[in-house]
């Protein structure tokens, strides 16, 4: 009698391609692992073979899974490092600057061994030693302002002097608010997190609920310098773009970063197409692109567009290890990586003519034509070649461009902060917390990037907008 398959009919397990095909076609039934005993020691290696591998890569995680999210049991063993960590024998060693100024000077008396404990002769030579350290029993500074008031005849109404130490109402100053600001959006901390230093080590009691509301006040003033920012970006010679997941109320959304040299733009929206880039954009960039492959960026106008070689090379490296490397995949493989890195190697390269330079392009292009019209018959193989062609003119842009680089990974460098914010803080809990997000995160990153101090500059921009009520520029 031959076992039922999952369908009802009978599936003869007679040999090696059928007895997988009812592998495959889900749990077995008594019957058929009855059946599958009778053939024999061979069929039952076989199955247990096949169950083996089938359990194996179910438990498997996807290429593309994050490695983040691959438990560590999951994880290989990371190989031994090739080289020692550290700088090479004979390099300067580098330490901490010694102090300028010495605030406090104490002598340690020597009388007994700290060895043995017998008693030691006068001393006869001193050395001295320098430590910095933060004092214990930190305490706020409590300040109490004598506000004048007067009557303006010019506004018929009561006035008072300004207070430049902290906005109005607020009961915290603006030195406080700025570095409780840089703690969560430019290093990630919980708000929790940030609640426990301030009580524990500074003695200062906050309540989550009113640093929030006052994170949201510093986000509305600094929202001149976030459209500067967004400003600066679309009029920059080169951008760099890039997005990833983020969460709002629990619903999915989208971080996009726009970032070069000189600023980086955060925005959160709920869509990933190309009406968020339009939106940015005005329906055109006028400098050059730096992105994936993602088809958003397809259709936005741009004056020219570099797409990213690591996507590339990774994509390559990909099919060869987890796809379908069979066929004719190798030699595609080694064609189009020889051109990438030889395209790589002559931005490198000094002392090359122009009239060289642009004949190697031209080389390149002939060699990416070759690739491109060839009848390729592995089907990772036609992907990449259709991607090609639809990226034909993008992709040695930098070659034209010295400023421009031939990667992304600016891009990528610039999101990850945002990536450990999110993992840390898991997003935000209402559309007005990521408005802020965004707003502090853009104003923070940007600062570091042009080598301010983040929480002096911001407490110096709002004393100047608690006394004029005009935020200054954004700081170059």
Known sequence: MAPEGAGGEEVVVNSPSSLETLLKNGPLTEAQAVEIFQQGQEAVVFALLTLSAKALKEDSPAPSTPSGMIPPYQKPNRSARKKRPGRKKGHPGSRRAAPLTIDQTITHPLTHCPDCGSVVAKSCETRTRTTEDIPTGITPVVVQHIIER?????????????????????????????????????????????????????????????????????????????????????????????????????????????????????????????????????????????????????????????????????????????????????????????????????????GVSPEEFASAKKRFLSRLDEILKASWQNKNAQRLVKRLR??????????????????????????????????????????????????????????????????KTIAQALATYINTGTLPPLPE
């Open 390 to 455: 639809r990226h034909r003119n993008d992709l040695f842009t930098f070659l034209d461009h010295p400023d421009v680089p031939a990667d992304n990974n600016h891009g990528e460098r610039e999101i990850r902060p945002a990536v450990i914010i999110r993992k840390n803080i898991l997003c935000n809990r209402s559309e007005q917390g990521a408005h802020t997000q965004a707003i502090l995160m853009s104003v923070y990153r940007t600062l570091k990037l042009r080598g301010h101090d983040p929480i």
């Open 150 to 350: 007067g009557y303006c005849s010019t506004c018929r109404k009561i006035v008072e002097a300004p207070v430049p130490e902290a906005l109005p109402k607020a009961t915290i100053g603006n030195h406080l608010l700025a570095l409780s600001a840089w703690f969560h959006f430019g290093l990630g901390q919980t708000i929790s997190q940030i609640v426990a230093v301030l009580s524990c080590h500074l003695h200062f009691a906050l309540t989550p609920g009113g640093l929030v509301q006052m994170w949201h006040r510093l986000a509305a003033i600094l929202y001149a310098w976030y459209e500067a920012i967004g400003e600066q970006a679309k009029n920059s010679h080169f951008l760099h773009a890039d997005e990833t997941g983020w969460r709002v109320m629990g619903k999915t959304f989208w971080l996009w970063c726009f970032t070069n040299d000189r600023v980086t733009y955060y925005l959160i929206d709920h869509c990933r197409g190309s009406p968020v880039l339009k939106r940015f954009f005005s329906d055109a960039f006028s400098g050059t692109l730096i992105a994936d492959f993602w088809g958003a960026y397809n259709r936005l106008k741009v004056a020219a567009r570099q797409v990213c070689f690591v996507h590339l090379f990774r994509e390559l490296e990909n099919v060869l290890l987890y796809k379908d490397p069979s066929g004719d995949w190798r030699v595609f493989y080694k064609k189009l990586r020889r051109l990438l890195r030889d395209s790589l190697r002559l931005r490198k390269k000094d």
